[in-house]
């Protein structure tokens, strides 16, 4: 059985659409990347686990192994979940961090919220999870204040406070986008190994399709809140069909830079969405169906599963 | 951080300057001689001149104002003739307490009610409720004090008879006592100050509430009351405390009506029956206290910064 | 000029976007026609005594009653529109002025006299506007007159300060510097560049801070120490109402309601104003 199984979800915002019947699963300790453009809802999916999307209408299912779907729990039983079983490591870890309070406050109320230590036990546990994150020193870094730390150190004592009661998913919300590039990766080897090392399953929101390569188990590529390729990532990336994947795998090639450049072109906006595939706008290799009828997700071989009437 | 103190605080000191100096110099303007009104109409002009130098009004304007500010310093404020007895003890010992007095009370009212208003607001934004403090915020704040005290006084007083609608009982003698004649005057005083707070505490905080570190806490778990009142709260402080001291002025001066409206000995009274008496020392004595007040206050504020918000004790 | 533009495409539209802008304009408006025209609104001369009809509750021929001297509380109220208005806006006037002078010169000169000009914007701060105004009353004794230059007096700290703020933004942009450059005499800079860009917020200001001024000359009154009886005052009528609240609470409240729905109505136009047209606020709500 699947740690967790997302089946349909559609969240709208207004009268925009953001996610359109997105599917996924995660196995326990997989790794699954997210990739795709900004504005693809990729953070949205990592989100709507959380159940933090606020004034958003969802519908669909969220399911977790052993506590049901998370869509239909109470509030309550959602609060015990969150940092216990599921944790999430956000964007901008100095803007994550609340600035009030030193980061050993932060941490060990989190240690002891979620692991129902004491007092002196979690501040033990919070050094050790401190050390076990890399960070030198860690008396003297608990009783700093978050802008007293560097990027990567506030990212490193976030995902201590995400890993501090073990939890069994991870939702790694572009944890490095605010970082300097020489820091990035070691950041994503750190929580790659830290995940891996307490047997946790991850879902990594990249866009960046070479780590992804290098660092996940599975790759789910979405486009304009739709998922339009997934499966294996050695699956995906040496035999996509569709042509977005294409696309996005020929840009970083091309110039292998960090970032991900966009492929030629933009998103339609929710407006002016396409009513057959929504990539008709931009693709090469679109027909007259393409423009009419949206294509299902097709299955490749195996788990590998791709949207497109005329697939490569 | 300590030089920036020691700057503060010397603005400050110049500040009180300037204060002491215009209430002095601004008071020697008024008209009539207060040698003339102190002898009444028939004196000789050696009487003049003798009381003109016992007072010192014979010294150029700079010796008289060190003497003035010298004497002030000290506690030497001087004689009120209305209420028999030196300005020092009429106005700092006993009106200053009386109006400090109520404007703690309000303060605490204010807070007390203004805050957690405030915060439901922004929680349930864009709900009646919502609205509904909305209404009362705009309404609260440009309502006039001494009318609501008079209605007070009839609603609660007359009609209901539910409280004393008069005089003061200090709290320090008499707690309950005091408390029980403070509830009306600090309500009436502190529903500007309420929907002020509220109107402030729902815009911050729906500000504060959008930020990610407040996402994050949630994702780790805490609760709802807890990511709104420990994360959330704890970060409007800062606007909160700014607001509260810069609004101190406006407090003074409705303690000034609301002693008034509810016959309070406060330095309101004092400063109104001064006017009408014409006695310039006391009404200096009011104006520096009340001055002396609103720009320590405001030094407070300013120094409390680093401790509201830890960003700010490690700028240059 | 896009300021002007922008001015214009509000008032197009203002009304129907802000409803409650619009009755409270209504409202105000009201007031004003009835403070114009109360010779001929009024019913009765509002200083006329009637010792027959003293202390009469609202009825027929007096709708809010009359009061311990059975002067009509109606026409009262009416004429003291005409007060309320007048002091506001000729105190207003002084405060802006003045405002004006101490904010550009302290937003002008560098330096020392900077500095002193700032501490002395400070100085008036420190004190609330009432008190200075009781202070001023102090000074120049009791009447409509004095209380227009104490309160107008006391507003000058407010004005100065956000008058100052603007200079100092317009100070940094380029094309004064670019004058400045230029040898261009530095009245000219003033009267072309600065003032039209000061003069529009302040005006903003003006029109949020007249219920201000009503409020504090109506509080003088309140106490007693600024506009004298008979003159038919607000603050006055609610402090001469205030000893017979307990069997006429009309006396005090009829002026009282006049007063508060004034200020309420001066404070939703001033804050619709303040909101479409100050262009800090603006694209904010």
């Known amino acids: 059985m699947n740690l967790l199984s997302i089946d349909a979800l559609t969240v709208d915002r207004g009268t925009a659409r953001i996610l359109d019947r997105v599917s996924l699963d995660v196995a326990r300790g997989e790794t699954v990347a997210l990739v795709g453009e900004s504005g693809a809802g990729k953070s949205t999916i990592a989100t709507a686990i959380m159940r933090l999307l606020g004034d958003a209408r969802i519908s669909g299912s969220i399911a977790l192994a052993d ?72 008396e003297a870094r608990l009783s700093a204040y978050p802008h007293q730390l560097s990027g990567g150190m506030q990212q490193r004592v976030m995902v201590a406070i995400a890993l501090a009661a073990d939890p069994d998913l991870l939702l790694a919300d572009e944890p490095t986008s605010a970082l300097d ?14 995940t891996r090392a307490r047997g946790a399953a991850c879902i990594f929101v990249l866009h960046d399709l070479a780590l992804a390569s290098q660092a996940c188990d599975s790759v ?47 998103v339609p906006s929710h407006e002016d969405m396409p009513a057959g595939c929504r990539f008709a706008t931009r693709c090469p290799r ?16 195996g788990s590998h599963r791709f949207a497109c009437w005329n697939p490569e | 951080m300590l030089r920036q103190a020691f700057g503060k605080i010397g603005q400050t000191l110049v500040v009180l300057f300037i204060v002491s100096f215009a209430s002095f110099g601004l008071l020697k303007l008024a008209p009539g001689d207060p040698i003339q009104i102190m002898l009444g109409s028939e004196y000789s002009p050696q009487a003049y001149a003798a009381l003109s130098a016992e007072l010192g009004l014979d010294q150029p304007f700079w010796t008289q104002y060190a003497d003035w500010a010298l004497n002030f310093v000290r506690g030497d404020w001087g004689t009120s003739y209305v209420a028999r007895t030196d300005i020092f003890t009429y106005g700092f010992l006993e009106a200053l307490p009386v109006t400090l007095t109520l404007a703690s009370f309000s303060l605490a009212f204010a807070i007390l009610i203004g805050v957690p208003l405030g915060v439901l607001s922004a929680v349930r934004k864009d709900t009646i409720f919502d609205a509904g403090a909305a209404v009362f915020a705009l309404t609260g704040t440009a309502f006039p004090s001494f009318l609501l005290g008079i209605l007070l006084i009839w609603f609660f007083g007359v009609k209901l008879g539910l409280f004393p609608v008069m005089g003061y009982v200090s709290p320090w003698q008499d707690f309950w006592g005091g408390i029980y004649h403070m509830i009306l005057p600090a309500l009436t005083l502190s529903t500007y100050f309420i929907a002020m707070i509220t109107r402030l505490t729902r815009a911050t905080l729906v500000e504060v509430l959008a930020q990610p570190y407040i996402a994050a806490a949630r994702a780790r778990g805490e609760p709802g009351w807890r990511v709104i009142w420990v994360h959330g709260v704890r970060n409007i402080a800062l606007p909160l405390v700014t607001i509260l001291g810069l609004q101190l002025g406006t407090l003074l001066q409705g303690t000034v009506l609301t002693e008034t409206v509810f016959n309070l000995p406060g330095i309101g009274q004092m400063l109104t029956s001064a006017v009408l008496g014409r006695e310039y020392g006391v009404v200096q004595a009011g104006v520096m206290m009340t001055a002396t007040l609103f720009i320590v206050v405001n030094l407070l504020v300013d120094l409390s910064y680093p401790i509201l918000d830890p960003r700010l004790r490690d700028r240059k | 000029m896009t300021l002007v533009d922008n001015a214009r495409r509000g008032r197009r539209s203002i009304f129907a976007r802000r409803p409650f802008f619009t009755l409270a304009l209504v409202v105000a408006v009201g007031y004003v026609l009835a403070a114009i025209f109360a010779p001929f609104v009024a019913p009765y001369d509002p200083v006329a005594q009637d010792f027959n009809a003293m202390m009469q509750p609202p009825s027929g021929a007096h709708p809010m009653g009359t009061d311990s001297y059975g002067q009509d509380i109606l026409s009262r109220v009416i004429f003291g529109a005409r007060y309320a208005l007048i002091i506001g806006f000729f105190a207003v006037a002084i405060g802006a002025i003045g405002g004006l002078i101490v904010g550009l010169a302290a937003g002008l000169s560098g330096g020392w006299a900077e500095w002193a000009l700032l501490r002395l914007i400070d100085s008036i701060l420190a004190l609330p506007s009432l008190i200075l105004a009781v202070a001023f009353i102090a000074i120049l004794g009791q009447g409509v007159d004095k209380v227009v230059i104490a309160v107008g007096l006391s507003m000058i700290g407010p004005f100065a300060r956000t008058v100052r703020a603007d200079v100092l933004q317009v100070r940094v942009q380029l094309f004064v510097e670019a004058a400045g450059l230029m040898a261009i005499p530095r009245a000219v800079i003033i009267w072309r560049h600065i003032l039209p860009n000061v003069i529009y917020p302040l005006a903003v200001q003006v029109t949020i801070r007249i219920s201000e001024a009503i409020l504090v000359s109506s509080s003088l009154s309140f106490l007693g120490i600024g506009v004298t009886p008979p003159t038919p005052d607000w603050g006055l009528m609610i402090a001469e109402g205030r000893a017979f609240v307990s ?39």
């Open chain 1, 181 to 194: 590039v020489t820091i990035q990766a070691q950041i994503v080897r750190l929580i790659l190994a830290q």
């Open chain 1, 220 to 266: 789910v590529v979405l486009y304009a809140g739709q998922v339009v390729e997934s499966g294996p990532v050695r699956d995906v990336l040496d035999n996509a069909r569709h042509p977005y994947t294409r696309q996005l795998k020929s840009c970083v090639l091309e110039i292998g830079r960090d970032d991900l450049v966009a492929p030629e072109g933009t």
């Open chain 1, 67 to 138: 506590a049901g779907d998370l869509l239909a729990l109470r509030e309550p039983d959602m609060v015990r979940l969150r940092g216990r079983r599921l944790s999430m490591i956000f964007q901008d870890a100095g803007a994550a961090l609340n600035p009030a309070y030193t980061v050993g406050a932060q941490l060990v109320s989190a240690v002891r919220r979620n692991l129902g230590l004491g007092k002196r036990d979690a501040h033990a546990r919070a050094v050790e999870l401190m050390t076990q994150v890399g960070i030198n020193d860690p």
């Open chain 3, 247 to 285: 069997f006429a609470a009309w006396m005090s409240a009829m002026p009282g309601f006049a007063l508060a729905l004034l200020l309420i109505a001066l404070s939703i136009v001033g804050d619709g104003i303040r909101e479409e047209f100050d262009p800090k606020l603006r694209g904010k709500s």
């Open chain 1, 286 to 301: 679109a027909q007259d169906r393409c423009w009419a009828d949206a294509p299902p997700l097709e299955t490749a071989r």
